[in-house]
């Protein structure tokens, strides 16, 4: 018997040691989430007033082209430039956004799973209980059979021969949810 509820005993434990595993994954995950949605805020602020401060800069740089043809150029080449950081910021933005999903993707898989550890239930199966397997004065030597595990050992003692007869039941030990 002692043999059967250590190992539901180390099966429980391995169970319980994968849960809290997972758990720290799902902290870990939900730290990262938390710290890059707060970056993701900055970095959409700055994105934002970057982007105001450009069209300002592009309005600005457009409305004077009229009056030189080289500063016509110049600012025209200034605004290319313009164009092409706000399509890098945006790019990166967009990157970010992607970023954020995938860990939002992982911690909605690691919240299932958790959820599945938990309902998760050791029970027996299948038991073959044996009659006596022994006599007094001889030797003892059983195995459950296939991968069934014992559960159950009983005895009884005689004085006379001071000795022990035995007769044992195995079972099957389903892990379900």
């Not at 059967?4 to 040691?17: D, H, P, Q």
């Amino acid at each position: 018997m002692d043999r059967v509820e250590s190992k539901a005993s180390s099966e429980n434990n391995k169970i319980l040691k994968e849960v809290s595993q997972l758990e720290k994954g799902f902290k870990d995950v939900s730290q990262k989430l938390g710290k890059l949605e707060l970056e993701s805020h900055s970095f959409q602020k700055s994105l934002s007033n970057e982007i105001l401060e450009r069209r300002d800069l592009n309005s600005v740089f457009r409305k004077d082209i009229s009056s030189n043809t080289k500063e016509v150029a110049s600012l025209h080449s200034k605004s290319a430039v313009l164009d092409k950081d706000l399509s890098f910021l945006n790019k990166g933005l967009t990157a970010q956004k992607t970023e954020q999903d995938q860990l939002q993707s992982s911690v909605a898989g690691l919240t299932k799973d958790i959820s599945k550890l938990r309902n998760r239930v050791l029970s027996r199966q299948n038991c073959q209980s044996t009659n006596w397997v022994n006599n007094f004065d001889q030797h003892l030597n059983y195995k459950c059979p296939g991968n069934k595990v014992l559960v159950r050992a009983e005895s009884y003692h005689t004085n006379g021969t001071e000795d022990r007869r035995w007769k044992f039941e195995c079972c099957d030990l389903v892990l379900s949810f």
